[in-house]
């Protein structure tokens, strides 16, 4: 990606701020302030990648900036939890 000058289309979120696996007592508004500081400092990303642990399994956002469309990503196809529609939707 770097030699094709693709790399500064993606940017990627810490998974380990925002999701609710292993975050002990971390607040949604300071998981959802992770991806409003990440949006804010993407450059001209066309895609933020969000991994997200629920507590079982991991899942992945794609948030089309440029739109503001989150597309859910899951191999087990199950709905996206409620914890994880909160934070992406602050």
């Given at each position: 990606m770097v030699d094709a000058k693709m790399a500064g289309r993606f940017a990627f979120v810490n998974p380990a701020l925002v999701s609710k696996a292993g975050m002990g007592?971390?607040?949604?508004?300071s998981r959802s302030r992770v991806i409003a500081n990440r949006l804010m400092n993407a450059n001209h990303a066309d895609f933020i990648f969000?991994?997200?642990n629920p507590g079982y399994h991991w899942v992945l956002v794609a948030l089309e900036t440029r739109t503001m469309i989150a597309y859910y990503l899951d191999s087990l196809e199950d709905?996206?939890?409620?914890?994880?529609?909160?934070i992406v939707n602050m």
């Open positions: 007592e971390a607040s949604k508004e969000i991994p997200y709905q996206p939890s409620d914890d994880l529609k909160e």
